[in-house]
Structure formats: C-alpha cells, structure tokens
C-alpha cells in the first residue's frame, strides 16, 4: 500500500520491483549508473544516488534494494534521500549485513539494524520497522551455496552446481523458518536488514538527530570502557 504516488527506484538496474510493486505508482522513475555489473540499466535519468538530480520534497516513496553497500558515502545518500522525500512519506531500502565479496571493488561496508536505524535518525528519518532476512541457518545456508562451485570438483556441470545451490538454499530457509519458531535470537546473524523509514516536520526531524547523536555517544563511552 505504501507505493502510491511518485516512486523513485533508486540503483533501479533492471527494474524487477516495477512490475510487482508499481501498479499504483502516479510514476515511476528509475536511476542508476551507467555501467553496472549486471548490465545496462533500464534508466530514466543516470545519476548518483550522492547527488540526486532532483528538487527537494519531489518523491512520495524512494526504493533503495542492496545498493548503499556499493556507496563509499552512504551518509550523504541517506541526507539526499531525504531531501527528496515529501513530508510523512517513506523510504524502503535493503542492504546486507553478511555477504560475500561482489561488484568488487566497488563492495565498501555492511550494516546492522543499527547502523541503519543511526543513518536514518540522523538524517531526519523516523525508523517505522527493521526486519531481519533470516538467521543464523539461512546465513550459513547462503554461505555455503556461495561456495559450491568452490567445494565441488569440475567434472560437474554448471547444472548440476547451480542445482545443489538451490537445493542447499531451500533446506537452510526451511530449517531456518523452524528455528525461529524456538529460539528469537536466531535473527542476530543475518544476511542482512529491510529499513523501512518515514520523513518526519522540522522539529521532529531535529528529536530525531538529537537521538542518532546520543547513540553514537552511548557507544563511543562502551568502547573507552
């Protein structure tokens, strides 16, 4: 329900959440680079998520998927986010917290639930939910299928590779689903978090930035001690 009006598909690629998420979309603008990994990307402007061509307050929701780890400044991306983000509206991005090394060199971090929950704070962004994708048996789960073609001998196909990568991912989810019936801590280890964040007024924004502050405080004066 929450993509209504216009939509700005932010590191869009190939643009597969168009189709499943923009039927109710006014628009739907997409911007990437111009050379990515995946390919060219299906674009209505190239632009860089630090320096977005667009004026303030122009977008009712921005999708930002698996992106901010490729963003040497992901606080600047977070402040351009939500210059362009309407009051009350949303931002939804993903971003991984355990991952293998990819579109190297361009790979600079990983983030914690709280790691996004500061850079939205911080940003005049009030955190609405962060979700975990899976635990700690679909971390090891997707781990292992990352190296398969490693751990198997070349006489195998690439079917056959790709087919014992699937299998190895569907038995962890599953068991991972089952795990978390049993035991809340599972999600501690995970591959990585769902931000979903609304843009708040000027003075909750300001409450908002005092709180990501004394965050970071906090942890600072753990680490001396």
Known sequence: DKFTGRVLDLGCGKRPYESMLGDKAARWIGIDLPVTHS???????????????FRD???????????????PEPDLLFSEIARVLRGGRFLILTAPQAHVLHEIPHDYFRFTR?????????NGLAVETVQAFGGILAFIGQHLANH???LTTRRLGRGHRAAGQAGNQWLFWH???????????????????LLVARKV?????REEREQGGRTASSFRRSGER
Do not use: M, Q
């Open 57 to 71: 307050a122009s977008f009712d929701i921005v999708l930002c998927t698996e992106v901010i780890e490729h963003v």
């Open 148 to 150: 398969v073609p490693l």
């Open 175 to 193: 068991c991972d689903r089952l795990l978390h019936c049993v035991y809340h801590g599972a999600e501690e280890s995970t591959l990585g978090n």
């Open 39 to 53: 390919g060219p990307p299906h674009v209505d402007a190239y632009a860089s998520g630090t320096a977005l061509p």
């Open 114 to 122: 709280y790691g996004l929950a500061y850079l939205a704070r911080k």
């Open 201 to 205: 007024g000027t003075t909750r924004a």
